[in-house]
């Protein structure tokens, strides 16, 4: 018999980036009470990384609870990115309803729309909450219309077009139903979770049914599974059997030897959890996202979608320069490898495999940003490695056609760059699908775009469009394969024999392009220090010292002016390299560095393609 829990609510926030999804949760959990009054608490308190602090993105869906009143709202904190949409589809199982973050400037932004269509597809009710409405430009009234019309050409149904609109500014902690009044705290958008949203439905005695959404990992405990308790109840020290719906062979007997629901950011050991409950559940070592836990009178897997494939993969490789194991504290095979298959136990769109060579490994993922986050966590730990240019993995037809990633780029820019973008796309085999008009004199442009097309242009987009462009892209398919692409119009310039930078070499260096070092650096023959004006790759020697004579000509006494150098980021530098290149990355420092270092042999590799 299915009953309704009626002091339980379970919702995701889902949002663009930057619409301020986890500043709006960092409000609610101030304003029930979670935190003392006189707690000390961190902005974006659920952004718990230093990466995604810095950036200000959120990589890893994170759980949350609140109390009002007497209910209990779980609230799941889900990632904006496109190449963390694996979280997003797995996160909405555990939920009733959503809450769809909009800024009330830039309005409904294409991830939205990539999130918002699954909610929609699961019949879930949405709660529309127009955020930032105290920014002077807010247009909150232009943004419901939006709003609408997404969700009309979503095909959503009459339920759903009939959703409630909340205006808050998160930051300030207040939210009302009016948007020309800002309302003085968040109660109105606590009531409208609580009227609207439905409460969790589920058979509190039929046997045990719940599914592993999400899984944390503590190097304390080992893995923990997040899901919602479906039916019946979870006890501690309770026998149940994993079974999944897309292996119908598997079935292992566990018992649960932990268990916990959360309480503001807390974790709280519990004793026994019923219908509609978000747990975490500890103890238990193979558990794997997808795995249904049940009693073992009645063993039925809850049916969930597949995880998206990886569609880009890079090599990461033992460091093997000149200069290696200097700066990192993990530098062997054993070291890389443990760490990489680490980070399988936490993340699912990510794919590790061993190679011929035991010194390199082929590491898959959803997008650029995805792999960078992971070099950037293990450069910070002190591993020292190094990663070719990211290539896309394709796949063959039936006819034996080669298919390759494609891509949506909608691209938002001011109309005087529209002209340079749309070329350099073209260019990279991209083809405009759409052109028109967004707010404030911008154009708006659809690319459908191979995913390789895409690699390396993101820093050429901002040059182009001087800083003003928004560039997003979503994962379309496989689509046929698009013919070559020329990557680099530009060369390198290649450091000539190992030794430190000096002045003098490197003023007589900086004539020929752009450098990316100054002077005192290490280098080594291999090395690039540059990138040259024209097509192709020169060799030279940036530790060159003075001659010094006894007679003094009349311009020895002025001095050398060197142009800054060009100091690359990680993702600069993963877009720079081409593809007979490498990067090596250290705690310290990023070095670019040609495969074969020998000059001869270099040139002879080049002959011989």
Not at 142 to 170: G, H, I, K, N, R
Not at 459 to 474: C, P, R, Y
């Amino acid at each position: 018999m299915k009953q309704q829990r009626e002091d339980v609510r379970n919702v995701a926030i889902i949002a663009h980036v930057d619409h301020g999804k986890t500043t709006l949760v960092d409000g609610l959990l101030k304003q029930s009470g979670v935190f003392r009054e006189n707690q000390e608490v961190a902005e974006r308190v659920m952004d718990s990384n230093d990466i995604e602090r810095e950036r200000g993105i959120t990589i890893l869906s994170k759980n949350t609870a609140v109390m009002y009143k007497n209910t209990k709202i779980n609230i799941i904190d889900t990632p904006g990115h496109a190449d963390f949409g694996g979280e997003v589809e797995r996160v909405l199982k555990m939920v009733n309803g959503v809450i769809l973050v909009v800024d009330a400037f830039e309005g409904a932004m294409p991830q939205t729309k990539f999130v918002l269509r699954k909610a929609l597809e699961l019949k879930l009710p949405v709660v529309v909450c127009i955020n930032k409405i105290d920014r002077p430009e807010a247009r909150a009234k232009e943004v419901v219309d939006e709003v609408l019309e997404l969700f009309l050409e979503l095909d959503a149904d009459d339920s759903q077009l009939d959703c409630p609109f909340v205006f808050a500014s998160a930051k300030a902690g207040t939210a009302s139903l009016d948007e020309t009044d800002a309302g003085v705290d968040m109660t109105p958008l606590f009531e409208t979770i609580i009227d609207y949203i439905p409460a969790p439905e589920g058979d509190p005695e039929a046997g045990t049914q719940l599914l592993i959404s999400t899984i944390d990992y503590n190097e304390y405990v080992g893995r923990i599974g997040v899901g919602k308790v479906d039916n019946g109840t979870i006890r501690v020290n309770q026998e149940v059997v994993i079974c999944n719906h897309h292996e119908p062979d598997k079935q292992k007997k566990v018992k649960v030897s932990k268990l916990y629901e959360f309480d503001g950011l807390n974790k709280v050991e519990v004793r026994e959890a019923s219908i509609g409950s978000i747990v975490a559940i500890s103890g238990i070592a193979d558990i794997h996202i997808g795995d249904t836990l049940c009693s073992p009178e009645d063993v039925r897997p809850i049916p969930f979608q597949k995880i998206s494939e990886p569609t880009i993969a890079m090599q990461f490789i033992v460091n093997d320069s000149p200069l290696a194991g200097q700066e990192g504290k993990y530098v062997t095979s054993r070291h890389i490898r443990d760490r990489l298959f680490r980070e399988l136990n936490t993340d699912v769109s990510l794919r590790v495999e061993e190679t011929d060579n035991t010194d390199v490994f082929k590491v898959s993922g959803r997008g650029e940003l995805h792999l960078s986050v992971l070099i950037e966590n293990m450069r910070r730990e002190g591993y020292e490695f190094a990663v070719s240019k990211a290539e896309v993995l394709y796949k063959t037809d039936e006819n034996g056609k080669r298919l390759e990633p494609m891509e949506l780029a909608y691209i938002d820019v001011p109309e005087e760059y529209s002209g340079s973008v749309i070329e350099k796309l073209s260019q990279r085999k991209g083809e405009l699908q759409n052109m028109g008009k967004a707010s404030g004199g911008y154009a708006r442009l659809e690319f459908s775009i191979p995913s390789r097309g895409l690699i390396g242009y993101r820093g050429e987009f901002m040059t182009d469009t001087k800083g003003n462009g928004i560039l997003n892209t979503i994962f379309d398919g496989y689509g046929p394969y698009k013919g070559d692409i020329q990557y680099r119009k530009q060369g390198s310039l290649i450091a000539f024999e190992a030794g430190e930078a000096i002045t003098y070499g490197l003023y007589n260096a900086q004539e020929r392009g752009t450098l990316f070092i100054g002077p005192g650096e290490k280098v080594y023959s291999g090395m690039v220090v540059g990138q040259n004006g024209k097509g192709e790759d020169i060799e030279l020697n940036v530790c060159k010292k003075k001659q010094l004579t006894n007679t003094r000509s009349s311009s020895a006494d002025e001095a050398l002016r060197l142009t800054p150098p060009k100091i690359l980021s990680l993702e600069q530098a993963l877009d720079f390299i081409d593809t007979d290149e490498l990067l090596e990355v250290t705690p310290e420092s990023l070095r670019i560095r040609k495969k074969i270092l020998d000059p001869t042999l270099r040139k002879r590799a080049g002959f011989k393609k």
